[in-house]
Structures are given as structure tokens and as C-alpha cells.
């Protein structure tokens, strides 16, 4: 089984910054993608972020050049640095590994990031 812990997000006024992290545990080998998806409410979960286990990296357009997402192979760990935060980037923010290969799909508890303005 696999398991993801975030860690981050929190409060932060317009403009400002936070970092994310997100770590899994457990079965994890061969390709992969590892991302990031927020959820505001009254709205669906949408990608942020997703990078691959060979680098790949997919950004949102509302997030490219604001927000950079990294990962550690070796450590099985994904960061999404959100810098020149905007109220519309409140939201809840979930960690997600994805294996193409088998279709599994994992999720961690989510994370809440409110952007005041």
C-alpha cells in the first residue's frame, strides 16, 4: 500500500509565498507521476502541478511562473514552491501519485491554502 503525507500550506496575504511537500511511503517503483491537485469549494479538483518520475512537468496555466514544483526520487518526495500568491489559489490542496503502467491512484488528506487579499 501506498501512503502520502503533506505537509505545508497554511494562511498567507496576496503576494506572498508557502511551500508544500508531500511525502509517499510504501510500494513505489517504476514510472510515475507525482502532482499536485486543489480543490476550492463549490468547484472540481483541478491539476496545479504534476511532474514524472523522469522529469516531465506540467503546470496549470493560472499557476506557470508563480508556482514551481520539484521531486526527490530517491526520497519518494514531491515540493510545490507557490510563490506571488492570489486570493483565487485558496483552496484544498491534494498530493497525488499516479502509476500509468497499473492504474493506480493515490491521494494524500489534503492540505488548505488560503490566499487573503
Known amino acids: 500500500q501506498v501512503q502520502l503525507v503533506e505537509s505545508g500550506g497554511g494562511l498567507v496575504q496576496a503576494g506572498g509565498s508557502l511551500r508544500l511537500s508531500c511525502a509517499a511511503s510504501g510500494r513505489i517503483f517504476g514510472f510515475n507521476t507525482m502532482g499536485w491537485y486543489r480543490q476550492a469549494p463549490g468547484k472540481q479538483r483541478e491539476l496545479v502541478a504534476a511532474i514524472t518520475s523522469a522529469g516531465t512537468i506540467d503546470y496549470a496555466a493560472s499557476v506557470k511562473g508563480r508556482f514551481t514544483i520539484s521531486r526527490d526520487n530517491a526520497k519518494n518526495t514531491v515540493n510545490l514552491q507557490m510563490n506571488s500568491l492570489k486570493p483565487e489559489d485558496t483552496a484544498v490542496y491534494y498530493c497525488?501519485?499516479?502509476?500509468?503502467?497499473?492504474?493506480?491512484?493515490?491521494w494524500g488528506q489534503g492540505t488548505q491554502v488560503t490566499v487573503s487579499s
Open positions: 497525488n501519485l499516479q502509476f500509468p503502467v497499473t492504474s493506480n491512484n493515490y
